[in-house]
């Protein structure tokens, strides 16, 4: 394909599709949907999601948004935060204002302080978090004791690495949002062929959708075949 004529393709960023509907439901993940959907009865007033990014984090947090809107007798509103966002001076503002709280991507590079907190105020004065992560807590290095034991305390639920179901799910919806159609056999390759990861999933479509649009060549095999060697090559080759 090294000598057929190339286009640049333009950039669009490509919109989120964070609906229940949207939601691809295997075994990978079913037991974080069930979780998520069992409130307000929950066990405890938090909850864990945690898993490899790409892997829907984000996409369950919109779910459980949705899901506490509809379930509440009254206005409950729900806010979205960053972990690395939260300062001490935000704690107390935060919590009177989002008696249920998104809390994503919590690692070692958060405001512990904050953190620890924040934990606090929730489990006391009432409230409800969800909390996304890359990894289990046990296995982040928390340099603060007292924020480690609480969250700890946490029920986690783990999103698994995906089977063929979901990467075949999952291929089709990427390219689907870019509103691209693939044979069977692209498919069936691409799943056979490429890593069992969610975000190589999304880097294989996006380096496929843009070589593909640099050729003004539908998506193939040999096309899906060149963005494997690209991503193997760890490369960002020239479409230009």
Request: charged content about 20%; glycine content about 4%.
């Amino acid at each position: 394909m090294e000598n057929q004529t190339k286009q640049i393709p333009l950039e669009f960023d490509v919109p989120n599709q964070y609906g229940r509907q949207d939601f691809m439901v295997s075994d990978c993940n079913l037991q974080a949907l069930k979780a998520i959907e069992m409130w307000p009865k929950w066990p405890f007033f938090a909850l864990l999601i945690f898993g490899p990014s790409g892997c829907g984090k984000t996409h369950l947090a919109h779910i459980f948004a949705d899901h506490v809107c509809l379930k509440a007798k009254k206005v409950f509103p729900v806010g979205f935060i960053q972990a690395r966002e939260i300062k001490t001076t935000k704690v107390e503002y935060i919590h009177k204002n989002n008696p249920c709280l998104i809390v994503e991507n919590i690692s070692s590079k958060i405001n512990e302080t904050a953190m620890f907190h924040l934990f606090n105020l929730y489990q006391n004065q009432g409230g409800y978090i969800l909390m996304t992560a890359q990894q289990p807590f046990a296995r982040i290095n928390f340099k603060l004791p007292d924020l480690k034991s609480r969250l700890n305390m946490v029920p986690r639920i783990a999103i698994s690495k995906p089977d063929d179901q979901m990467l075949e799910a999952l291929i089709l919806k990427l390219f689907s949002d870019r509103q691209i159609s693939i044979t069977r056999e692209v498919l069936n390759y691409t799943v056979q062929n490429m890593e069992r990861s969610f975000s190589y999933a999304q880097k294989l479509v996006n380096m496929a959708d843009g070589i593909s649009l640099s050729y003004k060549r539908a998506v193939s095999v040999p096309i899906i075949k060149e963005a494997m060697h690209q991503l193997a090559h760890n490369t960002q080759q020239e479409l230009f």
